[in-house]
């Protein structure tokens, strides 16, 4: 691996470790055995490489939250959806799981202005991702109006899955939980 490879796998180690506000830039370099002049080289700065080290993490989810194979459930059913969930909050459940780091990157929002606009524009790609999860089918073919619609409910479903499982697991909902909601809320919805 080069320096910026490194740098990129050092940092992940130090946001699971510390967090996003608490890592420096001398936790980055001792971590990675590069040097600081490496980090304003290959990154600009330290939050651009450990947004961008964050986002990695993010996007290596995608197996977890498929169960480490392929999904049972026919995409778009209650199976799939209750599969899914219970994959991810399966991920929420393990130690140093990432998903705190997430909260404290979202309550941190306006102090790092850089940082968010490279987190908005990936969270829009995850929002895509997220829609071939649940319904199948590739993401190039994932339209403009369904990420911004079927994209942004689980998006904002996961957002507040995670606070829920960060400040109290003990009472956070379960897949099985979120899928009987999920059916109530259609039958309530359709008319009869």
Known sequence: ????????EGAKRCLLAKG???TTARDI???SGTNLASIGYHYGSKDALLAQA??????GMSDA???GGELRGEPGSLERFTEVWAN???TMREPGSMWRLSMEIVAMGDQLPEVR????RAQREGARGIVTLFHGGSEDDIPEERVDTVGYFYLTLMMGLMA?????????????QLAEGLRQVIEAATPK
């Open 54 to 59: 964050y986002v990695e993490m993010v996007e």
């Open 65 to 67: 939250f498929e169960g």
């Open 29 to 31: 370099v001792k971590e």
């Open 20 to 22: 996003f506000l608490r």
């Open 164 to 176: 829920q499982w960060t400040f109290d697991p003990k009472s956070a909902p379960e897949a099985g």
């Open 117 to 120: 606009e490279h987190l908005a």
């Open 88 to 90: 991810i909050i399966s």
């Open 1 to 8: 691996m080069g320096h910026r490879e490194d740098l990129l």
